[in-house]
Structures are given as C-alpha cells and as structure tokens.
C-alpha cells in the first residue's frame, strides 16, 4: 500500500525563529523529526507550538533559520508546494459534497485519473471506518465523523507529512478518546510522519512517539513521552506534564531528616504522586517527611491526598485507595515516603 514509511519524511529544522514586530514567536528552535514518527508539540497557549506548525507548514516563513525536507532546502518553498496534509481544529468540509466527494476532492486538484481517483477513496474510506457514510454530506454525520472525513481527506493523495493543529480540541472527552484511539491506527497503518500540535498533556502522553515541549517560543525539551515525564531537565517540563511534588533539600537533608538523593547534594527535590506513599509512624530508614492530611479524594482505584509538611510545602499524592488505613481524615498527622529511584533533582 502507498504511504508505508518509504513514503514518509524527515525534516531537519535548524536555528528557527520568527518574529512578528518586536514580538519574538519563536528563537532558535532546532529539532529533527525523524521519518514516519509522531511528534507531538506541547506547551501553553502562547508557547509557540502552533507557530512552528506554520512555519513548517509554509503558511509563515520564518525570520530566521531553514527547514530541510529530505536533505533539501524547503524554507522559502510555498505551502502548496510542500504537499503536506493538514487538519485545523475546524473540519473546513464542503457542506454541497458527499463524505466521497470531499476526500476525492484533493486528488481531482492533483489532475489524477478517474480509476485511481475511485480506488483511493474506496480505499481511504475504509481505513477511516466511514463505509456506512460514503453517501453523506457533513450535515448528516457527528462530529467525530466529520472529523474522520477530514483527516481521510488529508491522506487521500498519500503526502508525506501530516499536520495536526489541536483537531480534537471541539470533540467531548469521550469522543476525544475514540480519535485518540483512531490516530494512532492510523499512524501505524499509513507510516506518514505525523505532527501533532496539542495543550493537553495526556493527549500528548496518549499519542506520541515524542514530544517537543514549547514555553515562551524556545523548545525545552523534546523527547520520548516516558523520558520526559519521568526525568524532566528543568522545572517548568516537570511541572507542565503532570502533576510533580517539589522539595527543597540541602546538604541532603530535608526539614531536618536526611535523605537519599541522586546527583547534587542541595536543590529541588522532585517526586510525582503516585511515587510516593504514606506512613502513619517515622519510618526506621529511607526517605521520608512529616505532614499533616488536609485533605483526601476518593477517585476510585485510586485516592488523591494533600498534605502539608511541617515545613509548609504543599504535596499531593496518588495512593492505590486498597493501600490506605481505614479512619484516614483530614488532620492527621502521617509521613509521606519515597524511593529514591523514583526522586530527581531539578
């Protein structure tokens, strides 16, 4: 089938950076998106993730730095000459056209023949799943159909890459999950390189074969999802993805008890909640903080916990709710504990 990986891209992005006015969107962002991979760009809004789609995409040219596509120069090659796919957060479908008709379209642009035009979008429609629908127009179809029209539309003609800006952002949580689901399918089905611009964290854990984590229009870390969860190299990555516990430790001590940390001796200690556990008496040995219970949420398999240290830090915990003490309540004083194995130092 075409579009296995041999068709996919790589882009090589050196030194980017774009700048509207004296407003600078983006500095010297240097990546490689490797052929057939899914890379996902996160970060805030205003970060400059969907700006860098633009300037992949061609739709900005950037102030500073070049793109190469495969080895060659695209920075100054306009849009329509890129033969990327694209799909915006709106389905942009043409409402007079069956779900056929709309996914024909960019191909009778393309000037193909009328027999591969027909075996394309029979094709297309069934990895889509959209068998039942060939017939509609997008007043009859839900929203997550309409979507699945769009992005069958996007791969119809088989491009290279695959832009995704934010699609899923006006579909309900359920109907997010389904194309979650879909996404990736059809990621492994065709092998396009996909990327992927998104603000929701788990979405981004969900979907990627890496992340690009954006901030203030520099890239700070990119990188497999787990690596970059797990072991984030400064404190706004470990903060944005998740949520993460920060300790001040010096000297390798902690409000008065030492503890075992790898790396430097004195700085911030960071642990993710469901990392850590709880004790109602001072452990013997191993690390370990005195807090007092503020507050506990029941989640089902799991419990949520706020503490509070004696020394006034914030911490919450993910606790499996088979492994907590019956009569647990707000106000009671407990130790939170943890492996240093599962414990970084920003």
Known sequence: MAGSPGKAAEIDATGIGKSFGTFKALTDVTLTIARGEFLTLLGPSGSGK????????????????????DGRDMTDIPPEERGFGMVFQGYALFPHMTVEENIAFPLKVQRRGRAEIQRRVAEIIEIVGLGEHRHKRPAGLSGGQQQRVALARALAYEPPVMLFDEPFSALD????????????RLHRETGTTFVFVTHDQEEALTLSSRIAIFDAGR????????????????RFVAEFLGDIN?????????????????????GDLAIR?????????????????????????????VTRLNLRTEGG??????????????????????????????????
């Open 246 to 266: 920060v300790l001040p430790v010096v000297n390798s001590t902690l409000e008065g008890r030492a503890i075992t940390v790898n790396g430097k001796a004195s």
């Open 273 to 301: 909640p469901e990392y850590m556990r709880i004790a109602l008496e001072a452990p013997a040995s191993g690390n370990a903080v005195a807090a007092r219970l503020r507050d506990l949420t029941y989640l089902g398999g």
């Open 219 to 234: 890239l700070q870390q990119i990188g497999p999802p787990r690596d970059i969860y797990e072991r984030p190299e400064n």
């Open 50 to 69: 969907t700006t860098f789609l633009m300037v992949l995409s061609g739709f900005e040219p950037p102030t500073t730095g070049r793109l190469m596509l």
């Open 173 to 184: 949580r359920n109907l997010r999950t389904q194309m979650q689901d879909e996404m990736r």
């Open 313 to 346: 830090a914030e911490l919450v915990l993910s606790v499996p709710t088979a492994d907590l003490a019956d009569g647990l309540t707000p106000g009671t004083e407990i130790w939170a504990t943890w492996s240093s194995e599962r414990a970084f130092m920003l």
